[in-house]
């Protein structure tokens, strides 16, 4: 909306907004070049792992970076792992970021995020291809609820557990209500495995673990056998996922689920880009996320839409706004300016007005 002004009240509530031609003449307008969107959302971190910074290799492909996060994994202090993700947390917020999805295998960002202002869903993360259980992660997603935030268990993914916790953890919530955070088609060799073959297998097979969900056929067959389709989900990444893949979780899930994409974590890791035209095409929903510092330089989400030049800008700026927020729940409280809403206010700015695309020097940052 060209020439709007934005009316928020002291609290940060949407007053309303107007269109103008006199901008430049009112009283106690601040005047921005730029787009003013709702505060952004994260809809995938990992902010425990912000230690990991420039300690993993670009390029290696999936199992290489599998295997070199198995190895650097706990090589830091507790005090210096929390103090990265205090950092990180504190940088999105600047960025302008209000919310997150943040996936976590232990409790070290809990209590920064319990007095964060950005609004974290927290994703108990459970993997296994041993005689693991959920229990854990039931007790963590416990502990950060009576922190006071919103937490609930979810699979890493399709392939990196059993069947039986995989199936175990999605019943681990008795409501079935919160969502889950699922990395799919993240490589090559997620599918592979179901067929005995590529790098998984021979990593799995290395450690002699069984591979007892291979009957499924595929990981979206999996995932559509062992979640409820009134489950909300998010798919992480789908970087190999085809046109099946993607109609057979929209006929499973119908707008419950949402596809999240990691560019940057892409290229980092298989030097390959997710499906975007395809997905597009198909009209499922797209939010935007990070990935960790393990596979990101930083975790600013106008780097990642500067990854997808050929999508529409309004499109990418509603992926990393109303689409991450519905994708989170909490599409009530943020991703729009709604009268009386308090979802943020973010300015993107490096805009070529032009041609509407990000300049190479885009950048967000927080207004309110
Ligand atoms: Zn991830």
Redesign the pocket.
């Known amino acids: 909306m060209p020439n709007a002004i934005l009316s928020v009240d002291g609290q940060g509530r949407i007053a309303g907004f107007e269109t103008a031609t006199d901008v430049d003449r009112r009283a106690g307008v601040e005047f921005y070049n730029g787009i003013l969107v709702p505060g952004l959302v994260n809809a995938?971190?990992?902010l425990e792992l912000s230690y990991l910074r420039g300690r993993i290799a670009p390029g290696g492909g999936f199992a290489a970076f599998a295997a070199d996060m198995h190895a650097v994994r706990g090589g830091a202090t507790p005090a210096g792992r929390e103090a990265a993700a205090r950092f990180c947390d504190a940088r999105m917020r600047a960025e302008g970021v209000v919310a997150a999805g943040d996936?976590c295998n232990g409790a070290t960002t809990f209590g920064l995020k319990a007095h964060s202002a950005i609004r974290y869903h927290n994703f108990i993360e459970v993997s296994g291809m041993t005689a693991v259980s959920a229990a854990e992660a039931s007790r963590l997603a416990a502990q950060a609820r009576a922190g006071g935030l919103a937490a609930g268990v979810t699979p890493h993914s399709a392939y990196a557990l059993r069947d039986g916790l995989f199936r175990d953890t999605v019943a681990a919530d008795a409501a079935g209500t919160s969502p889950l955070s699922i990395?799919f088609m993240e490589s090559r060799a997620e599918r592979e495995l179901y067929d005995g073959g590529g790098p998984l297998a021979a990593w799995y097979a290395r450690n002699g673990w069984t591979v007892d969900f291979a009957g499924y056929g595929s990981p979206a067959g999996r995932i559509a056998a062992c979640i409820p389709p009134d489950r909300p989900v998010l798919l992480?990444?789908a970087t190999f996922a085809t046109g099946e893949d993607v109609d057979r979780m929209a006929d499973h899930f119908g707008d419950r689920a949402t596809w999240v994409l990691?560019p940057r974590?892409n290229r980092h890791i298989e030097s390959a880009l997710p499906p975007v035209q395809m997905l597009r095409r198909k009209g499922v929903r797209i939010a935007l996320?990070t990935?960790?510092l393990a596979s990101n330089a930083d975790l600013s989400l106008v780097e990642e839409m500067k990854q997808l030049p050929d999508v529409p800008l309004d499109e990418l700026l509603a992926w990393a706004t109303a689409s991450g927020a519905a994708a989170l729940g909490m599409e009530d409280a943020l991703g729009r300016f709604g009268a009386g809403m308090s979802p943020g206010v973010t300015l993107i700015e490096g805009i070529d007005w032009r041609t509407r695309t990000l300049t190479p020097q885009a950048s967000s940052r927080r207004i309110v």
Request: contains cysteine; negative net charge; aromatic residues 0%.
């Open positions: 995938h971190t990992h996936v990395h992480v990444h990691c974590s996320g990935d960790s």
